[in-house]
T-cell receptor
Framework: NAGVTQTPKFRILKIGQSMTLQCTQD?????MYWYRQDPGMGLKLIYY???????DKGEVPNGYNVSRSTTEDFPLRLELAAPSQTSVYFC???????????????FGSGTRLTVV | KQEVTQIPAALSVPEGENLVLNCSFT??????LQWFRQDPGKGLTSLLL?????REQTSGRLNASLDKSSGRSTLYIAASQPGDSATYLC????????????FGKGITLSVRP
């Protein structure tokens, strides 16, 4: 059981370039999330999805886009990279909201992105 | 808006000490609270999850408590070891159906041999 898999682990981008951060989960979780983590700032939610075809903005969505065509995949796209997007990005997933099971979050290992 | 606070930001203790990490949150309408561990340059590992109806959860040397009415949680680490050195993050999930986790900034723990 792989859990949440993120690729790539590291990436250096030049200002203005574009890239897609990949995220896949094999736990059949409905909910998926993208967070960014900056030193001393904690984790901030970028976008989230409650199921295939449904996405919504989090706290810091500017400069990013997402799609959710399948339950398993939730890619994050940066269209015009800026130095302010230098950060560590984490993808996470959780089960459908309900009453009796463990509805904790499972996180991927992160993508460290540097924009120069 | 939910706010989660973890104080102090850093803590250094000698090996063998029992210690308590604190977490406070402003909105008591939560669904659950989760403690994570993060090693330098790594992802987040879930340690304990407490549902809003529970008072505590235990796993090995770790015990997490929840007092929802006062907006507080503690993570108790017994007989600390150098391998416990890491950043510990507290996160709460709101009570709504599509609610998300709100994180504290974490406590960086150093256990000295």
């Amino acid at each position: 059981n792989a859990g949440v898999t993120q690729t790539p682990k590291f990436r250096i981008l030049k200002i203005g370039q574009s890239m897609t951060l990949q995220c896949t989960q094999d736990m059949n979780h409905n909910y998926m999330y993208w967070y960014r983590q900056d030193p001393g700032m904690g984790l901030k939610l970028i976008y989230y999805s409650v199921g295939a075809g449904i996405t919504d903005k989090g706290e810091v969505p500017n400069g990013y886009n997402v799609s959710r065509s399948t339950t398993e995949d939730f890619p994050l796209r940066l269209e015009l990279a800026a130095p302010s997007q230098t950060s560590v990005y984490f993808c996470a997933s959780s089960r459908l909201f309900g009453r009796s099971a463990n509805y904790g979050y499972t996180f991927g290992s992160g993508t460290r992105l540097t924009v120069v | 808006k939910q706010e989660v606070t973890q104080i102090p930001a850093a803590l250094s203790v000698p090996e063998g000490e029992n210690l308590v990490l604190n977490c406070s949150f402003t909105d008591s309408a939560i669904y659950n609270l989760q403690w994570f561990r993060q090693d330098p340059g790594k992802g987040l590992t879930s340690l304990l999850l407490i549902q809003s109806s529970q008072r505590e959860q235990t796993s090995g040397r770790l015990n997490a408590s929840l007092d929802k009415s006062s907006g507080r949680s503690t993570l108790y680490i017994a007989a600390s070891q150098p391998g416990d050195s890491a950043t510990y993050l507290c996160a709460v999930r709101g009570a709504g159906a599509n609610s998300k986790l709100t994180f504290g900034k974490g406590i960086t723990l150093s256990v000295r041999p």
